[in-house]
């Protein structure tokens, strides 16, 4: 059931608002208001994933070599991952603008995690299948990984999350995970994610997450899993 072996933000400046006379600024609508990720936008969710993953270290060691094959291993296996989070995970939302997603973020709430293996295969499985034998046996190798080091305490996960790099740099993620982290928060539960970009690390720290397990996937490429204590106090972990 490899579907993320990273649930990589790529990195993002604060932004101002755009300031707008009143009369204007009520007449418009806001563009840009985080909703409920819904099926007919999960081709377009998984588009932004694609885009944004498609460089990413985690993803460079599990995929096929050529870009081109790359990205359609991403699109399916994400598009697989957000259609099993909407069965049997969730809550999940996007940033829309003109009409299509730019910035996605995937949850699964306390208690949902894992989807159950064998029915979340018809959505999970075509990706890996479709790239062709090697990537399928690196996926295989890195879902095991990813199973490994779960928690299986009580926790939220931030499954999936990316901004379109059209839209990064506007303080798009941020908003989203701050929606993420807020229901961690309502919760009581620890927040949890993994990375494979060393990029990341920064940005994820600055949400309060810290690193709390290293492991290699297949070509020996780190993954970090890291997690943030409710409320975003200093973790005390004592499992």
């Known amino acids: 059931m490899w579907s993320d072996t990273v649930s990589d933000a790529p990195r993002r400046a604060r932004s101002g608002p755009l300031c707008l006379d009143g009369a204007m600024s009520a007449a418009l609508p806001n563009m840009n208001s985080i909703e409920p990720l819904v099926p007919a936008q999960h081709p377009g969710a998984a588009v932004v994933l694609a885009d944004a993953f498609l460089d990413d270290p985690g ?7 050529e870009s081109g094959a ?13 259609r099993a989070g909407a069965r049997w995970c969730g809550p999940s939302w996007c ?8 910035a996605v973020l995937t949850g699964c709430a306390p208690g949902l995690w894992p989807p159950p293996r064998m029915r979340a295969l018809r959505y999970l499985a075509p990706g890996p299948l479709l790239a062709g034998p090697a990537p399928l046996v690196r996926s295989l190798g890195a879902q ?7 928690p299986s305490y009580d926790h939220f996960l931030v499954w999936m999350f990316a901004v379109s790099p059209a839209h990064q740099r506007r303080g798009l993620g941020r908003r989203l995970m701050r929606e993420a982290l807020a229901e961690a928060d309502s919760g009581e539960v620890p927040a949890y994610l ?10 994820y720290r600055s949400h309060g997450f810290e690193v709390i397990d ?10 970090w899993f890291m997690e943030r204590a409710p409320g975003g106090a200093e973790l005390r972990r004592s499992r």
């Open 194 to 203: 993994w990375t494979g970009n060393p990029d990341n690390l920064p940005y």
């Open 70 to 82: 790359r990205w359609k291993y991403i699109y399916r296996t994400c598009l697989g991952a957000i």
């Open 59 to 65: 993803w460079i060691a599990v995929g096929p070599r």
């Open 144 to 150: 095991r990984v990813i199973e490994a080091a779960h």
């Open 95 to 102: 940033i829309v603008d003109s009409g299509e997603p730019v």
């Open 214 to 223: 290293e492991r290699p996937i297949p070509g020996d490429v780190p993954n």
